[in-house]
T-cell receptor, first 112, second 114 residues
Framework: SQQGEEDPQALSIQEGENATMNCSYK?????LQWYRQNSGRGLVHLIL?????REKHSGRLRVTLDTSKKSSSLLITASRAADTASYFC????????????FGAGTRLTVKP | KAGVTQTPRYLIKTRGQQVTLSCSPI?????VSWYQQTPGQGLQFLFE???????NKGNFPGRFSGRQFSNSRSEMNVSTLELGDSALYLC?????????????FGPGTRLLVL
């Protein structure tokens, strides 16, 4: 069963705009990761945030984690057409650290 | 280092048949996990192998099985295929499958069951 729920399911923006995607989860976690997937291909790891961290940056990516609300957000700044992809959050359950649970994903379209 | 490779990339089978998918992890990685991705259920964890032993298992029926060889390559087998088994099967490898390790995903095998 899925652990994470991404919101929105689909997002369409213009190049240069910022994109924000949210993820909520249900149970305690060790860490939360964000992945990108292009057109039904393999997943590419973007960023990992530990349960004791609140914010993390990597290039144009900014991830926040609020464990009290069991939610995370991924912000992509100055988006590019190449950012068009599906974005998934994945949680590493605190009780079973090798069983990652993925959300349904947000389909991001960046129009040139 | 070469990335995670999966073979075959595409496969068409009919109901009742069985199928074997292969995954070669990144050199030096000992943990291999398998996931099923479908439009309806999203990405779901199948199982994880480490040092030739199944270490974790998701909620899939016994028709789904796997194994890992001494060189860390892994195979996944699905017997008595059903239409609902049509999916993208992804494998991912990591060094030891630790809590904070990044998993590196292969391109996937797209299985179509007719």
């Amino acid at each position: 069963s899925q652990q994470g729920e991404e919101d929105p399911q689909a997002l369409s923006i213009q190049e240069g705009e910022n994109a924000t995607m949210n993820c909520s989860y249900k149970t305690s976690i060790n860490n939360l990761q964000w992945y990108r997937q292009n057109s039904g291909r393999g997943l590419v790891h973007l960023i990992l945030i530990r349960s004791n961290e609140r914010e993390k940056h990597s290039g144009r990516l900014r991830v926040t984690l609020d464990t009290s609300k069991k939610s995370s957000s991924l912000l992509i700044t100055a988006s590019r057409a190449a950012d068009t992809a599906s974005y998934f959050c994945a949680t590493d359950l605190a009780s079973n650290n090798n069983d990652m649970r993925f959300g349904a994903g947000t389909r991001l379209t960046v129009k040139p | 280092k070469a990335g995670v490779t999966q073979t075959p990339r595409y496969l068409i089978k009919t109901r009742g048949q069985q199928v074997t998918l292969s995954c070669s992890p990144i050199s030096g990685h000992r943990s291999v996990s398998w996931y099923q991705q479908t439009p309806g259920q999203g990405l779901q964890f199948l199982f994880e192998y480490f040092s030739e032993t199944q270490r974790n298992k998701g909620n899939f029926p016994g028709r789904f099985s796997g194994r890992q060889f001494s060189n860390s390559r892994s195979e996944m087998n699905v017997s008595t295929l059903e239409l609902g088994d049509s999916a993208l099967y992804l494998c991912a490898s990591s060094s030891v499958g630790g809590i904070e390790e990044t998993q590196y995903f292969g391109p996937g095998t797209r299985l179509l069951v007719l």
